[in-house]
C-alpha cells in the first residue's frame, strides 16, 4: 500500500501524464482538422469546383468546409457512447485513426478537372468522416484531464486541451506557409496542397503510440468496478442533464470566433472575388500569430478560471470577442495588414482565450461522470454545428462586391457572442464542487478556505513531483 505522499505523488504524475496525452492528441488531430479548414478558404475553390462564378466556388467551398461540422453530432452521438461506456483512452483512441485516416485521403482525391462532380462529392464524404471523427476529441480529452486532476486545479489543467487545438492550428498554417511561399503557384495548386493532408501518416503513428500509455481514469474506473457503467448514456444526459446541455449548445456557438478569424476572414482576405488581394503566405500570417499567443494564454486563463471562477472570463471574453471582430474585419477591408494582424492578436490570441481555455473545464464540470462524454459531446457538438454554415452564411450576406461587409459580420458575431455569454451566466458556477459531486444540482461547494487551502497543496505537491522527476533524470 502506498503511503499519503507516494500516492499523492502517483496521483500528480498520472495528471500530467493524462494532460500531456490530451495536449499531444489534440495537436495532431486538430492538425489534420484545420489543413482542411485552410485549404478550403485559400485553395479548394479553385481545384475542386466550376471554373466562372467565383461568388459560387467560395460558397461551395465554404460549405464543404461546414459539412464537417453537421457530422459532429453524429459522431458525437456514438463516440460519446463509446467514451461513456467503454473509457476515455478507447474513444480517443478511435477519434485518432478515423481522423488520420481521412484526413490521408483528401490528399489524393482528383481534382474537378480531372473528374468532374465526383470530386466535390469524394471531398464532402471525407469532410463528414472528419467531423464525425473530431466529435469526441475535445469531450474525450476534457473529461480524461478533468477526471485526473485534483481539487483547485482543474481548470488549468483541462486548459491544455485547448492549449492543444490552438498548436495544432499553428501546426497546419506553419506548414502551409513555406508551401505557398516558396513553391510556385501552379505546382502549389496541382500537388503542393497535396502535402500536408498525405503527413497525416506521421499523425496516425504517432497519435497511436501516446495514447496507448495512457491509464483510464479514477473517475471512470471506479463507475466500472462498481457496475454502474450506464447502458444508454445518451438517453440518461437528456433525462436528468438537458438544461446544462441546453447551455452548452448555446455557449459554444462562440464558435463563431474562429469561423470569423481563419476561415471567412481568409476568403475575405485572398480570394480574388472580394478584391482585398491579401498574399496567401502573408495572410496565413495572421492566425498562426494569434494562435501563438493564444498558447501562451491559455494556461494563465485555466489558472485564473481556479482562482475566481469559471464563468466572469468566459462571459468577459465572449462579449469583447463579439466587439473585437468589427475592427478585424475592418483592418481587412482597409487593405491594413499591420491592423489585421494587431487586431488579430487581440481578438483571437487574448480575449477569446476566455472562453476558449476555460470551457474544457466549465463544460464536463456540469455533468456526472456516468454521462460526461455524451452530454458535453453532444451538447457541443450541437453548438458548433450551428456555426458551421456561418461561413457560407457570410459569403452569402456579405457577397463580393457587397457594401459595410465588416458591419454586416460584425454584427451578426456580436449577436451570436451575446447569446453565448448569456447562456454562460445562466449556468452554475462549478469550480469549487468536489469531483463526485459533479452535475448534482443539490451539492455544496468547497468553503473557501478549505479550497484554496487544496489549491495550494495541489500546486505545491506539483512542483515538488516536477523537481523529484528532474533530480532522478540528473542521477
Not at 481522423?99 to 482528383?110: A, D, E, Q, Y
Amino acid at each position: 500500500m502506498r503511503s499519503p505522499t507516494e500516492a499523492k505523488h502517483h496521483g500528480t504524475e498520472q495528471t500530467k501524464k493524462a494532460t500531456a496525452s490530451g495536449w499531444i492528441g489534440s495537436v495532431l488531430e486538430y492538425y489534420d482538422f484545420f489543413i482542411y479548414a485552410t485549404a478550403a478558404s485559400l485553395i479548394f475553390p479553385q481545384i475542386f469546383f466550376p471554373k466562372g462564378d467565383p461568388q459560387i466556388a467560395i460558397v461551395a467551398s465554404l460549405a464543404t468546409y461546414g459539412v464537417g461540422y453537421v457530422a459532429r453530432p453524429i459522431g458525437a452521438f456514438f463516440l460519446g457512447h463509446w467514451g461513456d461506456t467503454h473509457g476515455r483512452k478507447q474513444v480517443l483512441l478511435v477519434c485518432m485513426f478515423l481522423m488520420g485516416i481521412s484526413t490521408m485521403c483528401v490528399g489524393l482525391l482528383p481534382t474537378y478537372d480531372q473528374v468532374g462532380l465526383l470530386a466535390p462529392a469524394l471531398l464532402v464524404v471525407l469532410r463528414l468522416m472528419q467531423g464525425f471523427a473530431v466529435a469526441g476529441e475535445i469531450s474525450g480529452a476534457s473529461s480524461m484531464i478533468l477526471e485526473h486532476a485534483p481539487l483547485g486545479r482543474r481548470g488549468f489543467y483541462a486548459s491544455f486541451t485547448l492549449q492543444g487545438v490552438q498548436a495544432g492550428q499553428i501546426l497546419a498554417a506553419a506548414v502551409f506557409l513555406p508551401l505557398a511561399a516558396f513553391m510556385p503557384t501552379d505546382d502549389f495548386n496541382s500537388w503542393g496542397w497535396r502535402i500536408p493532408f498525405l503527413l497525416s501518416f506521421v499523425v496516425i503513428v504517432a497519435g497511436f503510440i501516446i495514447r496507448r500509455e495512457v491509464e483510464e481514469t479514477p473517475a471512470f474506473a471506479q463507475e466500472t468496478k462498481g457496475g454502474e457503467t450506464p447502458k444508454a448514456p445518451i438517453v440518461e444526459a437528456v433525462r436528468e442533464s438537458w438544461p446544462n446541455m441546453l447551455r452548452v449548445i448555446c455557449a459554444s456557438l462562440m464558435n463563431v470566433i474562429p469561423v470569423v478569424t481563419t476561415v471567412f476572414g481568409a476568403a475575405y482576405a485572398v480570394q480574388p472575388g472580394y478584391g482585398i488581394g491579401f498574399n496567401k503566405d502573408v495572410y496565413l500570417w495572421i492566425p498562426v500569430l494569434g494562435n501563438c499567443l493564444a498558447v501562451l494564454v491559455i494556461p494563465m486563463v485555466g489558472n485564473l478560471s481556479d482562482r475566481i471562477g469559471r464563468r466572469p472570463p468566459m462571459i468577459v471574453g465572449a462579449l469583447l470577442a463579439g466587439l473585437l471582430s468589427f475592427g478585424y474585419l475592418y483592418a481587412i477591408s482597409v487593405h491594413q495588414v499591420g491592423l489585421a494582424v494587431v487586431m488579430s492578436l487581440l481578438m483571437w490570441g487574448v480575449v477569446y482565450q476566455g472562453y476558449n481555455a476555460v470551457f474544457p473545464s466549465f463544460y464536463p464540470e456540469l455533468f456526472p461522470t456516468r454521462t460526461r462524454v455524451s452530454s458535453m459531446a453532444i451538447s457541443q457538438n450541437l453548438g458548433t454545428m450551428f456555426t458551421a454554415m456561418l461561413p457560407a452564411l457570410f459569403a452569402t450576406v456579405a457577397p463580393p462586391g457587397a457594401d459595410n461587409i465588416p458591419v454586416i459580420i460584425g454584427s451578426i458575431t456580436l449577436a451570436i457572442t451575446a447569446v453565448s455569454a448569456t447562456a454562460i451566466w445562466s449556468a452554475r458556477e462549478t469550480f469549487r464542487l468536489r469531483m463526485e459531486d459533479l452535475g448534482n444540482k443539490n451539492a455544496e461547494p468547497v468553503p473557501e478556505a478549505e479550497y484554496e487551502k487544496a489549491r495550494l497543496e495541489a500546486i505545491s505537491e506539483a512542483r515538488k513531483s516536477s523537481w523529484a522527476s528532474a533530480f532522478s533524470m540528473k542521477h
